[in-house]
């Protein structure tokens, strides 16, 4: 109901992406700390010390992956994070730099949690995925897989604000800081980093995020799907190959970044 239109950067190369099609052209690997990975092997249905990039290694079933999910103590199992358990830290690694759908409105989905605030307030969180997020400038942050998110805020059913997220980190806006097509919200993604921003414009301490017009207009209405009901929700591993940092490291999923998590960060 408050899915917003999203407005791509004209030179943006790295679109949108269903995370099953993620996962389907990725090898499920297990990490080990100053050692050689494992990958999964669906036909042994067991770990294997190789890198090997057969069949057997990639498109891993949802209920393998749902396996990994929190650790007793509340601890994740992405590799570098600062909250990963001591074991058992595991990541999706696609092949290269995964490009997505380059027309993906009402194909590629975005995934849907609402909390009521209980005074009066409710908010809509949207969760958007992209296959690679490129570092265009400066230090190589880039990495593979991507969640953003959105939060529509609404009082007695009316749309009053909104709540975007660039880097880990959320801006609140009133709805006159906005822009609407005349019917539908509309914010724009920083080119490769893929940021929201409520209007054209550079952003970040240096200015290296640029927000335009021009570029592909995903209007992201027309496939909602709910977040708690997929399949891959419960995987605590990194949607991404590990680097060598945890901002080159793919990211946590975004069942574990969702509200009111967002408001203690």
């Known amino acids: 109901m408050f899915a917003p239109k999203i407005l791509l950067h004209p030179q943006e190369k790295y679109f949108p992406m269903n995370p ?34 057969t069949p057997e290694y990639y498109d891993i079933p949802l209920p393998i992956l749902k396996k990994f999910g929190l650790n007793a103590d509340k601890t994740n199992r992405r590799p570098k994070d600062k909250n990963r358990g001591e074991n058992g830290n595991v990541f999706l690694q696609p092949d290269g730099k995964p490009e997505g759908d380059f027309n993906p409105t009402g194909k590629i989905p975005c995934y849907l949690f609402e909390l009521d605030a ?10 958007f995925f992209y296959g690679y997020n490129p570092s ?19 009082k007695d059913g009316e749309l009053v604000g909104a709540i975007l997220a660039a880097h880990g980190k959320r801006t ?35 200015g290296t995020d640029r927000a335009e017009k021009g570029g592909y207009i995903w209007d992201t209405s027309q496939n909602v799907e709910i977040l708690s009901q997929q399949g891959w929700r419960d995987y605590a591993g990194a949607w991404g190959e590990v680097g060598e940092l945890a901002a080159t490291t793919g990211p946590l999923g975004a069942w574990y970044k969702r509200i009111p998590s967002i408001f203690l960060s």
């Open 20 to 53: 099953l099609d993620f996962i389907s052209i990725s090898r499920f690997r297990y990490h080990v700390e100053l050692g050689k990975d494992y990958g999964y092997n669906k036909v042994l249905n067991d770990w294997v010390k190789t890198d090997i990039k």
């Open 118 to 127: 209980d005074n009066d307030y409710v908010f809509h969180q949207y969760w």
């Open 136 to 154: 265009l400038v400066g230090i190589n942050l880039s990495h593979q897989g991507d969640w953003e998110d959105y939060t529509a805020v609404t």
């Open 172 to 206: 609140c806006y009133k709805l006159d800081q906005l822009e609407t097509d005349g019917k539908q919200l509309q914010i724009y993604a920083a080119l490769g980093t893929h940021a929201l921003y409520p209007h054209e414009g550079s952003f970040g301490k240096f």
